[in-house]
């Protein structure tokens, strides 16, 4: 069988040949319509996303199982290689304008001269992973992400995660690995009411990977937090506690310091050393981003230990604490919180004691002022 396909328009691009796509991405774009097909431009301007359907017109040849950038085989429909039966290329950009037959977009991974074959509004409700429930998320808060569990769909994952970690980074796209696979290899989902529990060990960005994926957070008491200073984490179903799955990241020497040697220099610059200039504080993002979502496609054996039927020491449901009120500020505090000072109630502030703090040193205790 034969198709017949139309160039509607050629992109323009400062970048003649291919590179780093997340660098790409960063760059405004132009597509270049026909000016017979400006008409169909019309009410474009009412989307903030299109999705851009291009030919790969430097592509040559193709491999159905081959390395890629990782070094990992995998097949050509299971990833985005450019080299393909079909040169076939898809790409969401953020429309910036339209003049006349002419869009300016952002986000666009095509070289200059790449034939456009169509153009579609981006639309949640048809592109995203389909999954059960819909997006009503009054009623079923967590469905988006439990389809993207279901789907395997982690680079959406990945993509809520930073929206509450702030960045893209190698350990928060583990701990998303992490707590997907737990959940799937366990088949269950949080409710948020404690029938999951994560035990983490680690109070890094993997933690909050985990949060994101699992639902299991400090305020809804299905994080716990063992202070072990290892990347690890543990879901258990309270249900069955005695069928427990353990994820462990495998040495970072052997997934950072090796397979991406630029990214892990520049971390020693900018985080560990904090003697890095302004360019090199981009580029490390920027980096940092990329093995991120490159991390994404490699199989879970190569990055973590898994352990299933563990079994893990859960503490019993939380208590409803009863609260009290300081003598000295008035402020409301949990009465097992409180000190006792001559025959008064106090908060631990007010009463100079001792309190737990979590931060970037771990758990430890801190000195009353």
Same mark, same amino acid.
């Given at each position: 069988?034969?198709?017949?396909?139309?160039?509607?328009?050629?992109?323009?691009?400062?970048?003649?040949?291919?590179?780093?796509?997340?660098?790409?991405?960063?760059?405004?774009?132009?597509?270049?319509?026909?000016?017979?097909?400006?008409?169909?431009?019309?009410?474009?301007?009412?989307?903030?996303?299109?999705?851009?359907?291009?030919?790969?017109?430097?592509?040559?040849?193709?491999?159905?199982?081959?390395?890629?950038?990782?070094?990992?085989?995998?097949?050509?429909?299971?990833?985005?290689?450019?080299?393909?039966?079909?040169?076939?290329?898809?790409?969401?950009?953020?429309?910036?304008?339209?003049?006349?037959?002419?869009?300016?977009?952002?986000?666009?991974?095509?070289?200059?001269?790449?034939?456009?074959?169509?153009?579609?509004?981006?639309?949640?409700?048809?592109?995203?992973?389909?999954?059960?429930?819909?997006?009503?998320?009054?009623?079923?808060?967590?469905?988006?992400?439990?389809?993207?569990?279901?789907?395997?769909?982690?680079?959406?994952?990945?993509?809520?995660?930073?929206?509450?970690?702030?960045?893209?980074?190698?350990?928060?796209?583990?701990?998303?690995?992490?707590?997907?696979?737990?959940?799937?290899?366990?088949?269950?989902?949080?409710?948020?009411?404690?029938?999951?529990?994560?035990?983490?060990?680690?109070?890094?960005?993997?933690?909050?990977?985990?949060?994101?994926?699992?639902?299991?957070?400090?305020?809804?008491?299905?994080?716990?937090?063992?202070?072990?200073?290892?990347?690890?984490?543990?879901?258990?179903?309270?249900?069955?506690?005695?069928?427990?799955?353990?994820?462990?990241?495998? %040495? #970072?020497?052997?997934?950072? /310091?090796?397979?991406?040697?630029? =990214?892990?220099? !520049?971390? *020693? +610059?900018? $985080?560990?050393?904090?003697?890095?200039?302004?360019? %090199? #504080?981009?580029?490390?993002? /920027?980096?940092?981003?990329?093995? =991120?979502?490159? !991390?994404? *496609? +490699?199989? $879970?054996?190569?990055?973590?230990?898994?352990?299933?039927?563990?079994?893990?020491?859960?503490?019993?449901?939380?208590?409803?604490?009863?609260?009290?009120?300081?003598?000295?500020?008035?402020?409301?505090?949990?009465?097992?919180?409180?000190?006792?000072?001559?025959?008064k109630k106090l908060c631990r502030a007010c009463a100079g004691a001792p309190?737990?703090?979590?931060?970037?040193?771990?758990?430890?205790?801190?000195?009353?002022?």
């Open positions: 069988m034969t198709f017949d396909l139309t160039q509607i328009g050629t992109v323009r691009s400062e970048f003649d040949r291919p590179t780093d796509p997340a660098t790409m991405r960063k760059h405004e774009s132009q597509i270049i319509l026909d000016p017979k097909f400006a008409d169909g431009l019309t009410g474009i301007n009412d989307n903030d996303s299109l999705t851009i359907l291009f030919y790969l017109h430097k592509s040559t040849g193709y491999d159905l199982v081959a390395p890629r950038r990782d070094g990992i085989d995998r097949g050509t429909f299971a990833c985005r290689s450019p080299h393909r039966p079909s040169p076939i290329g898809s790409t969401t950009v953020g429309l910036v304008e339209r003049d006349g037959h002419e869009l300016r977009v952002t986000g666009l991974d095509a070289i200059d001269g790449t034939p456009v074959l169509d153009i579609k509004p981006y639309a949640a409700s048809l592109d995203r992973p389909p999954h059960s429930g819909g997006d009503d998320r009054r009623k079923d808060p967590r469905s988006r992400i439990e389809g993207y569990v279901r789907h395997r769909a982690p680079e959406a994952l990945l993509l809520e995660a930073g929206e509450v970690h702030g960045h893209f980074c190698p350990y928060l796209a583990l701990g998303v690995m992490a707590g997907a696979h737990a959940i799937r290899k366990l088949g269950v989902a949080s409710t948020g009411m404690e029938d999951v529990v994560a035990v983490v060990e680690t109070n890094s960005c993997f933690a909050d990977g985990v949060q994101v994926t699992t639902g299991c957070t400090f305020g809804n008491n299905g994080l716990i937090y063992r202070d072990y200073g290892k990347t690890a984490v543990t879901l258990v179903s309270r249900e069955n506690p005695e069928e427990g799955v353990r994820l462990h990241v495998k %040495e #970072r020497k052997g997934i950072l /310091e090796k397979d991406y040697p630029e =990214a892990h220099e !520049l971390f *020693e +610059r900018v $985080v560990a050393q904090q003697n890095a200039t302004a360019e %090199e #504080r981009e580029r490390f993002s /920027e980096a940092w981003a990329t093995v =991120a979502f490159d !991390l994404l *496609e +490699r199989p $879970v054996p190569d990055l973590f230990d898994v352990e299933t039927a563990v079994a893990d020491g859960l503490p019993e449901l939380a208590p409803i604490f009863e609260n009290t009120t300081c003598a000295a500020c008035g402020e409301q505090v949990m009465a097992s919180k409180a000190v006792e000072q001559d025959g309190f737990g703090q979590l931060d970037g040193h771990g758990l430890n205790w801190q000195d009353g002022a």
